[in-house]
């Protein structure tokens, strides 16, 4: 049977790394999942943490949080794909009310956005009167909504910079939290841990959560220490959703778009890349005469969820279809499009 021209492609930058078969199998879903795209007159939308072969096949535009929120503002496509997790197709209804968003999997959670509810939101307003609220986009809807402005991995230092607040309330990312409190310079509290001082003194300009990924959050400094004892060429370049001792062992951190960039734009030769483990073998296949180190056996359980068999079914089947009541995306979307403003975005 002949090739489908996806497979010469494919194979450009998977060869090597998925077996022939796999590479066979792979092409012909990639090319049925095209040929429904153009008939649907829908667009896809992939994380930089989708498995390669999806990655590097299907998508229109592929990136981190921040610059897939842009490509939803901007598609005239009647159907958004969004190979991501559920909190990102949440974002891109919230920005696309009358187009169908599809999510190619039923759940695709996270662990920071299932850390708080809209309720802890309003209960820490009540608790901190006046005080602006930041949420990082992986929370869901219905906690956007309760919020001043959203931000994310790119951007976080940024969106608190632009309040002009002594004082701001920082959910839900323990870790991101501490790692912009250390990019600002502000002395960040957590409430859930410590009370608010009795004297009302204000010795805290950051109030946080206790939020973590469950991904990130198991890099440790060790694994850094190891990485440079055996190979001290080693450039480390961690997620700002690791813990801050790990950011602070490591030589970059920056959003998973920052990090594909650094690695494309750096002359070093190998590297340690701290984050979902996908994106290292997407890294690799573009950067071919540079070695990844391997500690990665980290892979996201949601974003894992994501395969080329439920993206062909999503356009197929129109499943599972994104919604968002109105009241909450109304103010959801006032709190994501601040952000995307923020950096001279367009919406
Ligand atoms: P980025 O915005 O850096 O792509 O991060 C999203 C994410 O979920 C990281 O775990
Ligand atoms: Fe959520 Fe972490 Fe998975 Fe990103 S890697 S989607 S933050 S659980």
């Not at 950011?247 to 690695?263: I, K, L, Q, R």
């Not at 009541?325 to 923020?342: G, N």
Request: aromatic fraction near 6%; hydrophobic fraction near 40%; charge should be negative.
């Amino acid at each position: 049977m002949p090739h489908p021209p996806i497979y010469e492609e494919m194979k450009s930058k998977l060869e090597g790394m998925l077996p022939e078969f796999e590479l066979n199998y792979k092409a012909e879903l990639a090319d049925e999942i095209l040929r429904l795209k153009e008939e649907k007159n829908a667009v896809i939308l992939a994380h930089n943490y989708m498995e390669p072969a999806l990655y590097y096949s299907v998508p229109d535009f592929r990136g981190d949080s921040l610059e897939l929120s842009r490509k939803a503002v901007e598609t005239d496509k009647d159907i958004i794909v969004f190979c991501g997790v559920r909190f990102m197709a949440e974002t891109a209804k919230i920005l696309n009310p009358h187009k169908t968003v599809l999510l190619p999997a039923k759940k695709a959670g996270c662990s920071l956005a299932a850390s708080i509810t809209a309720e802890d939101v309003q209960a820490l307003k009540r608790q901190f009167p006046g005080v602006p609220v930041v949420t990082y986009v992986n929370t869901y809807a219905n906690v956007k909504a309760e919020t001043d402005i959203c931000c994310t991995s790119s951007n976080a230092a940024a969106v608190v910079e632009s309040l002009h607040t002594d004082t701001v309330i920082f959910l839900p990312d323990e870790y991101l939290a501490k790692n912009t409190a250390i990019e600002t310079g502000k002395h960040i509290i957590f409430p859930t841990k410590q009370p608010k001082p009795h004297d009302g003194t204000l010795d805290y300009q950051l109030i946080g959560w206790h939020g973590r990924c469950e991904v990130h959050e198991k890099f440790t400094v060790e694994d850094i220490e190891n990485a440079r004892k055996q190979f001290p060429d080693v450039l480390v370049l961690a997620h700002p959703e690791c813990p801050p001792d790990v950011v602070a062992a490591a030589d970059y951190s920056g959003s998973t778009t920052a990090m594909v960039e650094y690695v494309k734009a750096s002359k070093a030769k190998r590297y340690l890349i701290l984050t979902e483990c996908s994106m290292g073998d997407n890294i690799v296949a573009e950067n071919p005469d540079k070695e990844m180190l391997r500690i990665c056996s980290i892979r996201c359980p949601h974003m894992n969820e994501i395969t080329l068999e439920e993206t062909r079914d999503a356009l197929l089947k129109t499943q599972y279809v994104i919604d968002v009541p109105e009241d909450i995306r109304i103010r959801a979307y006032t709190a994501v499009k601040r952000m995307i403003e923020i950096g001279g975005g367009k919406i």
